[in-house]
């Protein structure tokens, strides 16, 4: 999962990351309305974590654009504004929920899981592209009944490309998906290949479809 924290008080923001770091997700950081309101309209997240008092601008006001730009990013707001007129807007102008300050990390966690969920594919906690079918909770894969093992990232962009299906989807959208604000740090697309190398071969020791495609010097297909 990758999640962009749109926060401008630095010792929460840390926290927050390093919480969610622990648990496995690629976090990625905002300080001012003008930089959250860049990155998500720029890349991909599953959630965006908002607070209200932001350099620059409203929370609210960044919620709002974002939904009227039709992004499809969850957004959860954080905020010490604990009023119901704010929470009533909040949610009313785009927000998935609203969550006030302070909080524990493992309500915010949960919440944010509940919000992809009821997002996510009406409500399914499994995908199905052909005989590939991915539990979304246990972050499993089964083909024909037997589960695959695979590593976190291969399963990182197995169902990265299987949600993106029948599009091509770049190595560098791939890299970024996987290490968010970290891809410059890797040397080279080495590890992507070695990667999509190790899952073409699992897939055909299942006897799975040839889900993969190669398109040469750009990226990958998922076609099911």
């Known amino acids: 999962m990758k999640i962009l924290i749109v926060e401008d008080e630095p010792d929460l923001l840390n926290l927050v990351k390093r919480y969610f770091k622990k648990e496995g997700y690629v976090c990625e950081e905002a300080i001012t309305f003008r930089e959250g309101y860049k990155k998500i309209n720029n890349f991909e997240y599953d959630c965006a974590i908002i607070d209200l008092n932001l350099p620059g601008g409203d929370g609210l006001k960044l919620v709002e654009m974002l939904r009227r730009d039709n992004t499809q990013t969850a957004i959860l707001i954080v905020s010490a504004r604990e009023t119901i ?112 190398k190790n899952l073409r071969k699992k897939l055909t020791q299942n006897d799975c479809g040839d889900y993969l495609k190669t398109v040469y010097g750009i990226g990958y297909k998922f076609i099911s």
Request: glycine share 4%.
């Open 85 to 196: 007129d704010d929470r009533i807007k909040g949610l009313e102008i785009g927000a998935d929920d609203y969550l006030t300050k302070p909080f524990n990390l493992s309500e915010l966690n949960a919440r944010i899981k509940a919000v992809l969920r009821r997002k996510t594919d009406n409500f399914s906690e499994e995908l199905n592209f052909g005989d590939l079918v991915f539990n979304l909770s246990e972050r499993r894969v089964t083909a024909q009944n037997t589960e695959l093992k695979l590593t976190k990232k291969e399963y990182d962009i197995l169902l990265y490309l299987a949600r993106n299906k029948n599009r091509v989807v770049t190595k560098d959208s791939i890299a970024e998906h996987l290490w968010g604000d970290y891809m410059d740090d890797a040397i080279s697309f080495d590890f992507i290949y070695a990667h999509v």
